[in-house]
């Protein structure tokens, strides 16, 4: 799990085969993913890149920490 900065509200976690992005307080999730599988791992980074919800820092490390969990799983 990994809190985007500047403030840990939103959340990047693996639970079981997923990937989650979502609000810390309220558990709103922007994107739910297999990280397994490239193009929903593709896909997820389009949600991300036009989501309204996150900064431009939190985007950065959103997709950062994407990347790293797909990286994982197809070591």
Known sequence: MAQLPPDGEWLIQQIGDLVILFHRY???EIVRFN???????AQAQQVIALDERLSV?????AHFWSGYFYGCANL
């Not at 990280?35 to 791992?41: E, K, M, V």
């Not at 820092?57 to 490390?61: D, G, P, R, T, W």
Request: charged share 40%; proline share 7%; net charge negative.
């Open 26 to 28: 309220t558990e709103e």
């Open 35 to 41: 990280p397994d599988d490239a193009n929903a791992s």
């Open 57 to 61: 820092e939190q985007k950065s490390m």
